[in-house]
């Protein structure tokens, strides 16, 4: 029987998650397609949740998350007025979407960018402006600032760029503040800031210094390794944070998650060391794929980008069958995210295969 429900939800694509890896026979499988971080939590991390949040969980969290916003704050340097939490960075998105946008406004982002993006723009109401990135992959400033008038509410930039890999420059993330009105605010999603090597790269934490209306996502799942436990946060002037607490969800980010995530930054050498090992490894990849004779934009997040084009579904069955599972854009390219070392060496094997078709 079909049910009343709002015209604009038909409208809305769902999003995809990352598959399983596929099951081959004498190979192990492995996921590499949704950026997870591959390393097992940290002892530290998993005896904190036993010790300090597992016998708590039939009571609810504290909804503000105080400790873990103190405890930001201060590493942050700003106030815990500038600081909230959400599930992931993308509630925290969630949340300053809906503060910000509804029927009639419009909210600018890059394109291909980060898949939720119009989800969560659809599912405000608001209208999404998707800005095409420039041909090697990074967004396209001027065409995003031409694209800004009287119905904006939000621009996103996404620092490094989800899928392609690629990272905003600190001239090119000026350019663009200099020229958004004061009463616009623009999104830093910065999920895989700690990856990013490049030396001209923006830091949005030193703009929102400098600016009145700069809003910097970030999270806990994939440097820190908490993706199945949903903790991210978002640091903005003190009126925006107090609306984005209005639109979030009540007790959203659990006690276990604020537990890991305080764990979390008590070893942030360890896992500092495995972001190392883990730009190493893409490194590596990187490498051997250029040998190979592959042009693809320069990664600076824990995944890289080919931009197979309309050959992408051809080439990602060559993956299927060698038991690695990849994000397929079909007709436009393929995600691969860095993973355990094994995995890595199948992608360089499988590349290689791929250059041999004349891929």
């Avoid at 939590?41 to 969980?57: E, F, N, T």
């Avoid at 509410?153 to 000026?174: E, Q, W, Y």
């Avoid at 051809?314 to 990849?326: M, P």
């Amino acid at each position: 029987m079909a049910y009343l429900h709002r015209a604009i939800i038909d409208t809305i694509p769902s999003y995809k998650q990352g598959k399983p890896a596929p099951k081959t026979p004498g190979l192990t499988a492995y996921k590499i397609s949704s950026n997870e971080n591959p390393f097992e939590p940290l002892p530290s991390v998993k005896q904190a949740i036993v010790d300090k949040a597992v016998g708590r969980m039939n009571r609810y969290p504290d909804m503000r998350g105080t400790a873990v916003v103190e405890r930001l704050a201060d590493q942050f340097g700003v106030k815990p007025e500038n600081v909230v939490l959400g599930c992931g960075s993308t509630e925290v998105i969630t949340q300053l979407v809906n503060l910000v946008a509804g029927p009639g406004d419009e909210v600018i982002y890059p394109w291909r960018s980060f898949e939720a993006y119009p989800i969560i723009v659809a599912n405000a109401g608001a209208t999404s402006v998707k800005v095409p990135n420039r041909p090697d992959g990074s967004h396209d400033i001027d065409a995003m600032i031409a694209a800004i008038n009287e119905h904006t509410r939000l621009v996103i930039v996404n620092n490094p760029n989800n899928p392609t890999s690629t990272s905003l420059s600190d001239a090119d993330a000026r350019k663009l503040m200099a020229a958004v009105p004061d009463d616009v605010l623009v999104l830093f999603d910065e999920a895989y800031i700690q990856f990013n090597t490049a030396a001209d790269t923006n830091v949005a934490m030193d703009l929102f210094r400098e600016y009145p209306n700069i809003v910097v996502a970030q999270t806990f799942s994939k440097a820190y390794g908490l993706a199945g436990l949903r903790i991210g946060y978002g640091i903005a002037p003190a009126d925006v944070i107090d609306g984005m607490r209005k639109v979030a969800i009540p007790f959203g980010v659990t006690e276990i998650a604020q537990t890991a995530a305080l764990a979390s930054m008590d070893a942030y050498d360890e896992l500092d060391k495995r972001v190392k090992a883990l730009i190493d490894e893409r490194t590596r990849v990187v490498a051997a794929l250029r040998e190979q004779g592959w042009q693809f934009p320069e990664p600076y997040a824990n995944f890289f980008w080919l931009p197979i084009g309309e050959r992408t579904d051809e080439a990602a069955e060559h993956f299927v069958k060698a038991a690695l599972s990849v994000r397929v854009f079909s007709g436009e390219g393929i995600r691969i995210s860095i993973g355990e070392q094994e995995a890595n060496d199948r992608v360089i094997s499988v590349c290689a295969e791929l250059k041999a078709l004349g891929i």
